[in-house]
């Protein structure tokens, strides 16, 4: 019995072997085609921080195929803030660039957002209709340009043919008749030099931009790909951190009648005079604070101020409750003097829409206690 088991048992352990030992030669190892990655795409804008401003806009690659179409390169980004700065009704498309591997952070709803080195903001001055041919066209380009040292101006202006841009410091004048909607309007418009740049973008000694702020970004934008928030777009471009809040307070569209005049009002002054009405810029000795966050205090408003200048003709009060004929404030936006004018610079217009939106806020206040 026991010679049995040890033939089976030997017999078992052959078996074993000979399945174990085969020759590696019969193994069947398949082999892994290589995954070719998709190529990232770089890209194509040039900016030598060296070098910028340069000399025509065209050096910047900022724009494909004609550049009077204004059609972003790959990584140019579209952007509009809610309520828009008014320039003699010219129409406007913005648009905002980054080096890879950088982006912008919230510091707060009402505040510039912190923009990495190597930034491009980019501001295209237009009109449509333009007479006698109702053709389209581009006055100027301006670039704010993030150095390691601070941000420096790019003025480009756009040339006959619409072919391209250059660079100019020194400021000129451009006649220009239109038709805006079946009115027919016309104004020499100014194309700002340097200095007169300086003026609204000031902050202290410093070059600032204006518009880019959460509270102006906070809204949705038909991009090429679809509409979507325009801050949540910024992010998925890698151009802005995603830790801002969700809650942010944000200003209106002035132009939306169907929402309450004050705060269209507030946001119409927010984004056309806060950034002079403010601590360190260029009407900071004034009484008001035009910033959407600064003006639920109605005395930054102006609202029952006796102001700082006598201007005469009955000007009593900043904003006199009731009274749009004797507040400073409907006085200089309806004024074209560059002595008294509101803005100060970058309009020789009346903003006849948004003045009467103002004279009809100032009408339906009530009284200074």
Known sequence: MKHNYLIISIFFLFAIGLTSCSDKDDEYTPIEEPIEE????????????????????????????E??????????????????????????????????????????????????????????????????????????????????????????????????????TTGSYVDL????????????????????????????????????????????????????????KWVEMGYLNSDYPADITTVVNWKDTSLDIGL?????????CAHCHQEGSYCDYRPMRFAFSETTNPANLGICITPD???????????FPGRPQRSVLDYRINSTDEATRMPLLGRTLVHEEAAEMINQWITQLEGCE
């Open 38 to 65: 998709e190529p990232i795409e770089e890209s194509p804008v040039v900016l030598d921080l060296s070098r910028v401003p340069y000399q025509t806009l065209s050096e910047y690659k900022l724009f494909e195929g």
């Open 67 to 168: 550049m009077k179409n204004q059609d972003p390169s790959l990584g140019v980004l579209p952007y509009e803030p809610i309520s828009q700065l008014f320039t003699d009704y010219a129409h406007k498309k913005r648009f905002v660039w980054m080096p890879k591997d950088v982006k912008a952070t919230y510091t707060s709803d009402g505040k510039i957002l912190d923009f990495p080195t190597g930034t491009v903001l980019v501001k295209t001055f237009y009109y449509d209709n333009v007479l006698p041919s109702n053709t389209t066209k581009i006055i100027e380009t301006r670039l704010l340009i993030k150095k390691a040292d601070g941000w420096v101006f790019g003025e480009y202006v756009w040339n006959e043919n619409q072919t391209e841009a250059t660079l100019q």
């Open 177 to 232: 008749e239109w038709m805006e909607g079946n009115i027919q309007k016309s104004t020499t418009y100014r194309i700002p030099s340097e200095a007169e740049c300086f003026t609204c973008h000031k902050s202290g000694l410093n070059i600032v931009p204006i518009g880019t702020k959460p509270q102006n970004l906070n809204s949705t934008f038909a991009f090429a790909d679809g509409v979507k928030n325009q801050l949540a």
């Open 264 to 272: 269209r009002v507030r946001s119409y002054l927010d984004i056309n």
């Open 309 to 319: 200048q006598n201007l005469g003709n009955g000007l009593t009060q900043i904003v």
